[in-house]
């Protein structure tokens, strides 16, 4: 089996690169715009005194509320937290279900995708369908199907128990 092919670096500032993206993945271009300022503004948040390794990350609910998390280190490595589990824990516990995109922001190009951690926290609670827009530290990006980022993935459904998706 071939090795799946990196996914294409776009720029937000290109028009048709966000109007393309926005179309396949069924977001409008003002949902994107505020995708990108708000995860921008959540790795400006992260606590990481001991990598610099800053990440943001901003979940779009069906319902059009905008949650955001970013890492939170610490002393003890096995204990920090990532970004996108701030991001979910918070959406969680504060009653939201159902999610159309989830956006993570890094300093790095090409950017950083999620952990293997985290991308079986948002296997939990979206569908395989579901967009993951990853921005660099210049806003350019790329984006993947959770499906794509992890593929044969283990989920609630092979428990019998229903997708909170």
Do not use: W
Not at 74 to 87: D, F, I, K
Request: proline share 7%; hydrophobic share 40%.
């Amino acid at each position: 089996m071939a090795p799946a092919a990196a996914p294409a670096m776009l720029s937000s500032s290109n028009p048709e690169h966000v109007r393309e993206t926005c179309q396949t993945y069924g977001i409008s271009e003002g949902e994107f715009g505020e995708l990108l300022a708000r995860v921008t503004a959540a790795k400006a948040t992260a606590y990481c005194p001991y990598s610099k390794f800053r990440v943001g990350a901003v979940l779009l609910t069906r319902g059009g509320v905008f949650v955001s998390g970013a890492n939170v280190e610490n002393a003890s490595y096995p204990v920090t937290t990532c970004a996108e589990r701030v991001a979910f824990g918070k959406a969680i516990t504060d009653g939201h279900r159902g999610f159309r995109a989830i956006a993570v922001a890094t300093d790095i190009s090409p950017p950083a995708s999620p952990c293997g951690m985290c991308r079986q926290c948002i296997r939990e609670f979206c569908d395989l369908e579901t967009p993951i827009i990853m921005f660099d530290g210049d806003s350019n990006f790329s984006v993947m199907r959770l499906e794509e980022l992890l593929p044969l993935s283990f989920g609630p459904e092979a428990l019998g128990v229903q997708s909170q998706a």
